[in-house]
Every structure is written in structure tokens, then in C-alpha cells.
């Protein structure tokens, strides 16, 4: 079955960075797109940046130019550098495969503080 685990959440102060993993096995990973999403306490999951499997790449307009999507198909692996965080980025991160459903991750935390 499709499983998604993330890695690489943490706290940090603002303007730090964090790299996101997230390992994706049962599935065929180099023909799927891939997401990034996020929830903060109190407000829905958002879509944070996504990755077709050619490599073309999108992003939220809250985090363009900080945020970097990108997948290794020989890891069956899709990452998230994030850089230049704000406490506005505190949130559950959650990995998305986007086949006919989406399969979620069981997210990881990312806590960024002033």
C-alpha cells in the first residue's frame, strides 16, 4: 500500500531553514506527482508547493522564493528546503501523493519562533 513518511521537522528561530523528507514507497513514484501541504493550529491544510513527474514545480504565493520543491526518483524521495522561515510558517507539514486520490503522510511539525 502507498505509505508516505516524513522526516526533518524541528524548531527553529526565524530567518533559519529546515529540509523536509519525505520517503514514498507502493506505489510508482517516479509517475506521480508529489505536495507539500501544511496546517497550522485553528486553520485549514493549505497547499504549500507541489512537483509533476516531469519536475515542473509550483508554490504558494506565501512562500515563493524561500520554499524549494524538488524529488529524487532514485530515492523515491520528495524534499522541501525551506529557508528564510517565519513564524507564520509554524505549522504540521504533511507529504501528498496526487494519483487518483491523494495519500497523506502522517506530517511533521515545523515550529518557528521571533
Known amino acids: 500500500q502507498v505509505q508516505l513518511v516524513e522526516s526533518g521537522g524541528g524548531s527553529v528561530q526565524a530567518g533559519g531553514s529546515l529540509r523536509l523528507s519525505c520517503a514514498a514507497s507502493g506505489f510508482i513514484f517516479s509517475g506521480s506527482p508529489m505536495a507539500w501541504y501544511r496546517q497550522a493550529p485553528g486553520k485549514q491544510r493549505e497547499s504549500v508547493a507541489e512537483?509533476?513527474?516531469?519536475?515542473?514545480?509550483g508554490y504558494a504565493d506565501s512562500v515563493k522564493g524561500r520554499f524549494t520543491i524538488s524529488r529524487d526518483n532514485a530515492k523515491n524521495t520528495v524534499y522541501l528546503q525551506m529557508n528564510s522561515l517565519r513564524p507564520e510558517d509554524t505549522a504540521v507539514y504533511y507529504c501528498?501523493?496526487?494519483?487518483?486520490?491523494?495519500?497523506w503522510g502522517q506530517g511533521t511539525q515545523v515550529t518557528v519562533s521571533s
Open positions: 512537483i509533476s513527474s516531469g519536475g515542473r514545480t
Open positions: 501528498a501523493a496526487v494519483m487518483n486520490n491523494f495519500y
